[in-house]
């Protein structure tokens, strides 16, 4: 272990309840400083209303739902040794917006009630993972093609999303806000719910961290020390599957969190999964709640300056945005490397 890995790691914990405390001031019905009033203890009615009901458990929703995508990117990465492997691109994440948006538009689940999107959000993600794995044939596929056909299977999952407005075209509010993801509207009924499905599955997911260890060194080295390496990866998969549909039900599809966080984790936490996993949870609570903070922040910025009151800026947007951005980065500087 490097010795700089505990220092960042505290200061990655130090940090969260700065980015926290960024969301908890944001948005337009109430400034900083009445939120700050709040937060001491006083402030009118109202604006304790706002900022103990509204946004401190929209808050909370984003750090924990952010903790997952990047802790699912990370398992998924390893399990598979494919640093191009993320719930975004592997099925997972479309398959789970699928079962969330076919469940609402069957009158079976809502956007309000998260119970029943969990359940709707983990049958659509095991059944994007499922197809994946039926389409490269399991173990035997190497990177390139699990990469391939993950965008395909990812892309015909999101072409499906888009027929439910066929059905159901009523659900157009539902079926955007869980493609583009978005904090707005989280209350403690969905914190309530996330955070011990969330700590449920990252604790499994820490203890899996020797068995992806061994899986990243590749099967055969695997098999070598005595792994199983087929029922351990499936139970990494599970892992990554139930944390990312988790997230889905609670804040949508927020694109890249899980494929970018991870390669973060590693660089400044090393290969060593014992660390990399809750670095890469911690850096995911880190993005998204800061990418929620600073689409509240905007969304008001660009309020006031077109003089209206509708206009909020997802959540999801801003992660797609800078994600698309970094990772056109990190191809360009890898094809310069290898020029």
Same mark, same amino acid.
């Given at each position: 272990m490097n010795r700089r890995t505990p220092l960042l790691l505290t200061l990655l914990v130090l940090l969260t309840p700065v980015v926290a405390y960024a969301g908890l001031v944001a948005g337009r019905a109430l400034g900083p400083a009445e939120a700050w009033e709040v937060l001491r203890g006083g402030g009118e009615p109202l604006a304790r209303h706002v900022? &103990?009901?509204?946004?401190?458990?929209?808050? &909370?929703? *984003? /750090?924990?739902?952010?903790?997952?995508?990047?802790?699912?990117?990370?398992?998924?990465?390893?399990a598979l040794r494919n640093p191009l492997a993320g719930p975004e691109v592997t099925g997972v994440t479309p398959g789970a917006v699928l079962g969330a948006v076919a469940a609402a538009g069957l009158g079976l689940a809502g956007w309000e009630s998260p119970a029943a999107v969990v359940i709707a959000a983990c049958i659509g993600?095991? #059944?994007?993972? +499922? &197809?994946? !794995?039926?389409?490269?044939?399991? $173990?035997?596929?190497?990177?390139?093609? #699990?990469a391939v056909h993950g965008v395909l299977v990812s892309a015909a999952l999101s072409g499906l999303t888009a027929m439910v407005l066929l059905?159901?075209?009523?659900? /157009?509010?539902?079926?955007?806000? !869980?493609?583009? +993801?978005?904090? $707005?509207?989280?209350? !403690? $009924?969905? !914190?309530s719910l996330l955070w011990p499905w969330a700590a449920f599955w990252s604790l499994l997911a820490f203890g899996l961290a020797a068995p992806l260890t061994l899986l990243r060194c590749g099967d055969d080295q695997a098999a070598a020390a005595g792994l199983r390496t087929g029922r351990a990866r499936a139970g990494a998969l599970v892992c990554a599957v139930a944390l990312t549909a988790g997230a889905v039900s609670a804040?949508? *599809?927020? +694109?890249?969190?899980?494929?970018?966080?991870?390669? /973060?984790?590693?660089?400044?936490?090393?290969a060593d999964l014992r660390t990399a996993l809750p670095g890469a949870a911690l850096l995911g609570a880190l993005v998204v709640g800061g990418a929620d903070a600073a689409s509240q922040w905007l969304s008001r910025a660009l309020?006031?300056?077109? $003089?209206?009151?509708?206009?909020?800026?997802p959540t999801g947007a801003l992660t797609t945005c800078a994600g698309a951005v970094l990772l056109l980065a990190a191809v360009r500087r890898a094809t310069e490397e290898k020029t």
């Open positions: 900022v &103990l009901r509204l946004r401190l458990p929209r808050t &909370l929703v *984003a /750090l924990v739902a952010g903790a997952s995508l990047g802790l699912a990117g990370a398992v998924l990465q390893s993600g095991f #059944t994007g993972a +499922g &197809l994946l !794995w039926l389409l490269t044939g399991g $173990e035997r596929a190497d990177p390139v093609r #699990t059905v159901a075209p009523g659900e /157009l509010g539902s079926v955007v806000q !869980w493609l583009i +993801g978005s904090a $707005e509207g989280r209350v !403690w $009924e969905h !914190w804040v949508g *599809a927020l +694109g890249f969190v899980g494929l970018l966080v991870p390669h /973060l984790a590693f660089a400044l936490l090393g309020a006031l300056a077109l $003089e209206t009151d509708r206009l909020s800026v």
